[in-house]
Nanobody
Framework: QVHVVESGGGLVQPGGSLRLSCAAS???????LGWYRQAPGKQREWVAA???????NYADSVRGRFTISRDNTKNTVYLQMNSLKPEDTAVYYC????????WGQGTQVTVSS
């Protein structure tokens, strides 16, 4: 089974930007991968999910601020996050939608001044 490894998280001030990476363990259809997050005390929620039409749906809370991109040569999916808010603080994961891969360890994003 394909495994994913997330990276790129960190501490950023409100209004700042981060780019997260999700590397797949083998050559795979990375267009199936989207992003999720789990804030402290909350359930995991999807953030960005690819559609069968080849587009991407974004959660209302991040639309216009977050963007998915992909590099097939590196089997990697990225999440560019701009205009970050404290409520974006969470552990971010990548997976298919619905999720059927084993969850990675995630990457922590903390938005705080």
């Amino acid at each position: 089974q394909v495994h994913v490894v997330e990276s790129g998280g960190g501490l950023v001030q409100p209004g700042g930007s981060l780019r997260l990476s999700c590397a797949a363990s083998a050559s795979w259809d990375i267009y199936k991968l989207g992003w999720y997050r789990q804030a402290p005390g909350k359930q995991r929620e999807w953030v960005a999910a690819p559609t069968r039409a080849g587009t991407t749906n974004y959660a209302d809370s991040v639309r216009g601020r977050f963007t998915i991109s992909r590099d097939n040569t590196k089997n990697t999916v990225y999440l560019q996050m701009n205009s970050l808010k404290p409520e974006d603080t969470a552990v971010y994961y990548c997976n298919t939608n619905p999720a059927y891969l084993s969850w990675g360890q995630g990457t922590q994003v903390t938005v705080s001044s």
